[in-house]
């Protein structure tokens, strides 16, 4: 298991996506014929583009307040706004993702085996559950259809959908029918664009490449042991639940835990003290042993306030776990590069 | 620059042992301070803040000389102290270090750190001339 996703749909939309294995994201306004904006159609890209094949999906029901597994992704997320799939007359949900029941757990999908979203909730009130906080759309915060979580809390929903199994599940075994695509459409690492105008393609450019690229795995864990194929890594990560402050990047590897915080243009001395605030609220949830594990922030940005570097050097005097990195958008602004500043 | 006092001890910390509020540098109208542990080996006091309750810690440190190594040591001892005593919570435990000399590289960090760790208590430096 290397990655682990939950993807909210409608009631109206479970019955197909689950028989043809396919689900997609939305490309305009929901009940609307407006399209997305910009920034909303790089969230989800930016939501999915980390996904591999072998990859766990979960769904979330909205009107069911359900969650249904366990799913194994068998091909990566692509865009594709030429197959009809669904019934809505307007919407073709053409960011999309194929799966199909995993095959460690194959009777589960099989039955369209569930919990209740309560059950989900009650793990994270209690603290077990650290990569979410609601699957609810809340004012406030930016309504997501895709929600990559910790391969630790896909463990707990496996158990969970095992533990309700007998009780909820269809009586009979479900058709499992699976969509494939035309051959050329497009991978979603193709579909990114406005690198170094909207944040959420820096960050989408950043997720793919924990994703794919070991080499900036290691640059991000300088200094700390890593396995880049063994780290796990979540966007938009909750470090204060009640508040809900949350963190662009949160990657994790054994004891050691990193805090991206991404600006699409300059970086100042206000991110590194809130990102500085973020890791002391890190470091009081209980499953931090701040004996054996460190926490590390790295601040990205295209350009750095003239007096950062030398800040961070002096900070570095007393704890040395802060780390810039500088992108650079390429490809006329399709793609991002990285390297290191202090 | 960031020398918050200036005091005159042969022994500061069992000075603070006798009497928290000596040197003024706890003052008696903001809390009732007791003395928690002492360490007279690793030269350190922490004293147990009270208002209706504990409501915080202070580590005072004593060293001669306050260098770059020496500061990396006692935050490493802090956090430490941070972790037992107030669940990682940083709000909750003040840093005071006493020493009779440092350098303007230990100044500068000791300043940037309380500039941006805002949301902590700033590192309080208090300079002895005995």
């Not at chain 1, 997320?77 to 669904?86: E, L, R, V």
């Not at chain 1, 095959?103 to 589960?108: A, E, G, S, T």
């Amino acid at each position: 298991m290397k990655g682990a996703f939950i993807c909210t749909l409608s009631e109206e939309d479970w019955g197909k996506t689950r028989e043809l294995g396919v689900y997609g994201n939305r490309f305009y306004k929901e009940g609307t014929s407006r399209k997305l904006g910009d920034v909303q159609q790089l969230s989800i890209i930016r939501d999915l583009i980390s996904m591999r094949e072998g990859d766990v999906a979960f769904f979330h029901i909205r009107g069911k307040q359900t969650i249904h597994g366990v799913y194994k992704v068998r091909k990566s997320a692509y865009y594709d706004d030429k197959c009809k799939i669904w019934d809505n007359p307007l919407e073709l949900f053409p960011y999309r993702f194929l799966f199909e029941p995993h095959p460690d757990y194959k009777y589960l999908a099989e039955y369209d085996a569930n919990i209740e979203v309560h059950s989900l909730y009650e793990f994270i009130d209690r603290g077990e559950i650290k990569s979410l906080v609601t699957l609810e759309n809340e004012q406030n915060i930016e309504a997501r259809g895709v929600r990559k979580i910790l391969i630790e809390d896909a463990k707990i929903l496996i158990s969970l959908l095992h533990r309700d199994f007998k009780y909820r599940k269809t009586n009979q075994k479900l058709p499992f029918n699976p969509h494939n695509p035309s051959s050329n459409v497009r991978s979603l690492k193709d579909c990114i664009y406005k690198v170094g105008r909207i944040e959420n393609a820096i960050k989408a450019v950043l997720m793919y490449e924990l994703a794919h690229n070991p080499s900036l795995v290691r640059k991000i864990f300088s200094g700390l042991e890593v396995d880049p194929e063994e780290i796990d890594f979540v966007n938009e990560f909750f470090i204060a639940q009640t508040t809900r402050k949350s963190i662009d990047i949160y990657i994790t590897y054994k004891n050691s835990h990193i805090l991206v915080e991404v600006k699409t243009d300059r970086v100042d001395e206000n991110a590194l003290k809130q990102a500085l605030y973020y890791r002391d609220l890190l470091s009081q949830r209980p499953w931090i042993d701040m004996e054996k594990d460190r926490i590390k922030v790295i601040l990205v940005g295209k350009r750095f306030v003239n007096t950062l570097p030398d800040s961070i050097k002096k900070l570095a005097k007393i704890n040395n776990e802060i780390q810039l990195i500088q992108y650079k958008p390429i490809n006329d602004g399709k793609w991002g590069e990285f390297k290191d500043v202090c | 620059m960031c020398v918050e006092k200036i005091i005159k001890d042969q022994n500061p910390l069992l000075t603070l042992k006798k009497n928290p509020y000596a040197h003024g540098i706890f003052k008696e109208e903001d809390f009732q301070i007791e003395v928690f542990e002492t360490n007279e080996t690793k030269k350190y006091l922490i004293l147990k803040k009270k208002i209706n309750g504990t409501i915080g810690y202070i580590f005072v440190v004593e060293r001669d000389i306050l260098s770059v190594e020496e500061v990396k040591t006692i935050y490493t001892q802090y956090k430490g102290i941070v972790a037992k005593l107030s669940n990682n919570n940083f709000r909750e435990v003040e840093l005071v270090v006493i020493c009779k000399r440092t350098n303007d590289e230990v100044l500068e960090s000791i300043k940037e750190y309380n500039q941006k760790y805002s949301h902590r208590p700033p590192i309080r430096l208090i300079l002895n001339e005995s």
